[in-house]
C-alpha cells in the first residue's frame, strides 16, 4: 500500500524557517515525480512546487520561489520542503503527493499544518 | 497561468439527484484535466484523469468530459458521501494550477 506522512509543520514567527518532510513507502519513490500542494484555512488548493523523480529539475509557484526549496533524497524514500523567509500568508495544511508535470497527484498524504504568526 | 474557473460554487442537491459541474480553462489545456475530491478534514482524492478516466476504486457514477477549454464533472445518482468539495486541475503547463473549487451539499 502506498503511504505518504508529512512531518515538520508547527508554529513559526514571521520570517523564520521551517523544514517540512515527506516520508514515502509501498511504491518506487525514485521512479516518480513528487510535489507539495498547500490549502489556507478555509481556503482552496495552491499548488507550491515540484520535483523531477531524479531530482534534477525542480518548479515553483511565483508566490514561494526564492523562498522555499523542495529537494528529496531516493535512498531515504523522502521529499523535503525547506520553507525560509516564511510570511502569515504561507499558513496553511501542506500536503505532500506523488505525482507532477506527466502525472497526477496520487495519492496524496494527510498533510502537515504550519502557522506563521508572532 | 492557465485560470481554472469553476461553476458553480455551490451545488444543494438532494440524494438521487444528477450533479452537474463545470471547469473552464483560460486557454486550452487539451485533455489535460483531473479532477479531485475533497471532505471535510480529508486530504483530496483524485477521481478523474485525463478529463474522462477514472482513477482507480472510483465508483461509476462519476464522470468525466471535455477537452480544450470547457470540462464537465458529473455525479449521475448522488449518495450522502458524495458531500464534498470538487476540484479541477491542469498539468498542461507550469505553473500548475487548480480552479477555486465546488461545494457539493447533500439535502
Known amino acids: 500500500e502506498v503511504q505518504l506522512l508529512e512531518s515538520g509543520g508547527g508554529l513559526v514567527q514571521p520570517g523564520g524557517s521551517l523544514r517540512l518532510s515527506c516520508a514515502a513507502s509501498?511504491?518506487?519513490?525514485?521512479?516518480?515525480?513528487m510535489t507539495w500542494v498547500r490549502q489556507a484555512p478555509g481556503k482552496g488548493l495552491e499548488w507550491v512546487s515540484s520535483?523531477?523523480?531524479?531530482?534534477?529539475?525542480?518548479y515553483y509557484a511565483d508566490s514561494v520561489k526564492g523562498r522555499f526549496t523542495i529537494s528529496r533524497d531516493n535512498f531515504k524514500n523522502t521529499l523535503y520542503l525547506q520553507m525560509d523567509s516564511l510570511r502569515v500568508e504561507d499558513t496553511a495544511v501542506y500536503y505532500c503527493?506523488?505525482?507532477?508535470?506527466?502525472?497526477?497527484?496520487?495519492?496524496w498524504g494527510q498533510g502537515t499544518l504550519v502557522t506563521v504568526s508572532s | 497561468e492557465i485560470v481554472l474557473t469553476q461553476s458553480p460554487a455551490t451545488l444543494s442537491l438532494s440524494p438521487g439527484e444528477r450533479a452537474t459541474l463545470s471547469c473552464r480553462a483560460s486557454?486550452?489545456?487539451?485533455?489535460?484535466i483531473g479532477w479531485y475530491q475533497q471532505k471535510p478534514g480529508q486530504a483530496p482524492r483524485l477521481l478523474i484523469y485525463?478529463?474522462?478516466n477514472r482513477a482507480t476504486g472510483i465508483p461509476a457514477r462519476f464522470s468525466g468530459s471535455g477537452s480544450g477549454t470547457d470540462f464537465t464533472l458529473t455525479i449521475s445518482s448522488l449518495e450522502p458521501e458524495d458531500s464534498a468539495v470538487y476540484y479541477c486541475?491542469?498539468?498542461?503547463?507550469?505553473?500548475?494550477?487548480f480552479g477555486g473549487g465546488t461545494k457539493v451539499e447533500i439535502k
Open positions: 509501498g511504491f518506487t519513490f525514485s521512479n516518480y515525480a
Open positions: 520535483i523531477n523523480n531524479s531530482g534534477g529539475s525542480t
Open positions: 485525463d478529463a474522462s
Open positions: 486541475q491542469q498539468r498542461t503547463k507550469w505553473p500548475l494550477t
Open positions: 486557454q486550452s489545456v487539451g485533455k489535460y
Open positions: 503527493a506523488e505525482g507532477g508535470g506527466s502525472k497526477w497527484f496520487d495519492p
